[in-house]
């Protein structure tokens, strides 16, 4: 194994950056939980015909290493500026958040490829500083509106008052995510909401008529298990049990789901009682939801995500020179053909490390096979072969 100990130089002139972004440069200690510097291993490739092949890689390594610490701290600081200044201000000063790195192995010849594997002491203090207010996750996901719709029941009967729904509201609110205007969510009628749960089509559909990117459905019951009479006066004591999914709109991928039950909260008064048993059940489900939201759109962002690929005027042929081509392309993990049917071909193409605009813009530049793109949306591209 060829393994390769390399220092980086200081990263003073880091603090000059710091400074004309209003950052602190006293500030640079890691917060709470994390330790200043954190050993991580990463990998990068570069075409082997490349000259440079050697130094592509190991820049593509070192960036690798930063953005998976940044996946340490992002979901810890507070974000509010745009994911562009991430990728100027971080992404092009990788070794500056690089204090030292080892080469653990380098190939010249993988696949075509040159590969090289290091670990990498990232400074984490110096990255927590410079995500400090930085929307990263939010913005590199374009910000997706979203729409929640709920159906309440309480002893089986709906009722006015959205409460599980309003503690959803209140809590995305709070973190800055747009949501759909409520005055719009009114028109929804209970029997849509409740075949929106059920049906993950009529919840894009809803989504598309509202201009969501992300549909969340809810349901939620209150139910009476009890009464006493202390001191004669009546106390009733009500469950609730609430269930969501988190739907895309755009591929009607279920991206998050949550179930949370209140076994018991008394009260002196059925319906006002019914509706605080919902509110605790809504701001637990709220949470644990918005975490499972947040995550999935994180291993998106850092892992493999993947986007849905619909071309007409498609042959057998096509395809197959097409799925060869997306195979060939270093941002594209697999390629999975769901249909053939008419003329039409559906792929699903998982990408590492890229966008749909990324891939978008590969395929208006093969070569090999000539593609119109006639739509796009965050996770599916539309278009047609080209005779």
Known sequence: MNVY????????????????????????????????SKIIEAEGRAAASSITARDEALSRALRNAVEQGVGVIIDSVSMTENFRLIEDKIYSEVKGFVENYTILFENPNDNGFFVIRLQAQVALGMLQNRLAALNLLREKKGNPRIMI???????????????????????????????????????????????????????????????????????????????????????????????????????????????????????????????KSLAQAGQRLAGTLLSKIIESWRSEVYNTVRTQLILSNASLGRSLKLQNALDGLPVVVNVYEKSLVNGVLELDVELKGASTDELAIRLLELSEILINITGKSENRIDGQFIN
């Open 5 to 36: 100990h390399k220092t980086l130089p200081s990263i003073l002139p880091l603090f000059l950056g710091m400074f004309l972004l209003g950052i602190d440069p006293g500030a640079v200690s890691a917060q709470p939980g994390f330790p200043p």
């Open 149 to 275: 719709i709920a159906s309440e029941l309480i002893d089986g009967l709906e009722q006015a008052g959205a409460v599980v729904s309003t503690e959803i509201e209140s809590l995305f609110l709070s973190k800055n995510f747009p949501l759909v205007d409520k005055s719009q969510m009114e028109m929804i009628k209970q029997r849509d909401a409740s075949m929106a749960y059920a049906n993950p089509q009529k919840a894009v559909a809803l989504g598309r008529r509202y201009g969501a990117e992300l549909v969340i459905v809810v349901q939620a019951t209150s139910d009476l298990v009890d009464t006493s009479q202390p001191y004669g006066q009546s106390v009733f004591y009500y469950g609730s049990q609430c269930s969501a999914k988190a739907i895309k709109v755009d591929t009607a991928q279920i991206v998050a789901s949550e179930s949370v039950t209140i076994d018991r909260v008394g009260g002196g008064g059925r319906i006002p009682t019914a509706k």
